[in-house]
């Protein structure tokens, strides 16, 4: 369930920045989509048997992603980096520094050298994020630091706040639903793969809407 409203509402954004960017509300909407989806990266991290695969997963379709990206968004092949690129480096960032380890700054600068979408703010926000998994109170404060520029500056960006309701409430344990054991592996199964097929897929899609009949 979490997955399908991060995906939701990132395919409204998207819509709405590539075929109507003239409707704020497309946009507003989609404000909620980013924090969802770095929570459910951390979760992945936290849960997956093998964390090299699972980033080497994210570098394969951030790769696949980037021509159907910059298609899709109008800009220059390496003018920007697409989101899953956000999402490795920050999720490397944080797992590095669990650790102990000072090389977790590296993924951070190359988030903000190589231009990678959100870039600074957006490994910032993993930051958040993953202090909220771990004391709610002190990683919802943080969130709101991190955002508060928008708020003052009535920047739609600011809603993205919103989502953090959501992620508080599946951990406290809302939106879980219990499976029989063999329905619940091929449930993670298919699941597994949905958001990293469907990212360069559905801009693919918006991109040839636009091309050809708008």
Same mark, same amino acid.
């Given at each position: 369930m979490l997955k399908g409203i991060a995906?939701?509402?990132?395919?409204?954004?998207?819509?709405?920045?590539?075929l109507f960017p003239d409707i704020a509300f497309l946009r507003m909407i989609g404000r909620l989509a980013f924090p969802i989806f770095?929570?459910?990266m951390l979760l992945g991290i936290e849960s997956t048997r093998n964390t090299k695969s699972y980033?080497?997963?994210?570098?394969? $379709?951030?790769?696949?992603?980037?021509? %159907? #990206? $910059?298609?899709a968004f109008a800009i220059k %092949? #390496?003018?920007?980096?697409?989101?899953?690129?956000t999402l490795l480096f920050g999720g490397l960032s944080v797992y590095l520094f669990h650790k102990g380890n000072l090389l977790?700054?590296?993924?951070?600068?190359?988030?903000?050298?190589?231009?990678?979408?959100?870039g600074l703010y957006g490994i910032v926000f993993v930051a958040c994020i993953s202090l909220l998994k771990k004391n709610t109170a002190l990683g919802v404060l943080a969130s709101f630091l991190l955002n508060s520029p928008f708020l003052f500056e009535w920047d739609i960006q600011a809603l993205?706040?919103?989502?953090?309701?959501?992620i508080v409430l599946h951990?406290?344990?809302?939106?879980?639903i219990e499976r029989e054991t063999a329905e619940r592996a091929a449930y993670?199964?298919?699941m597994k793969y949905a958001f990293y097929v469907y990212y360069p897929l559905h801009l693919t899609f918006l991109y040839s809407v636009k091309l050809y009949l708008l």
């Open positions: 995906i939701g509402t990132m395919t409204v954004d998207h819509v709405g920045a590539i770095l929570y459910l980033f080497m997963r994210l570098l394969i $379709f951030a790769l696949i992603s980037q021509t %159907p #990206y $910059f298609l %092949p #390496y003018e920007q980096l697409n989101i899953f690129f977790g700054l590296l993924p951070v600068l190359a988030a903000v050298f190589l231009n990678a979408e959100a993205s706040l919103l989502s953090l309701i959501v951990k406290q344990g809302c939106f879980r993670f199964t298919w």
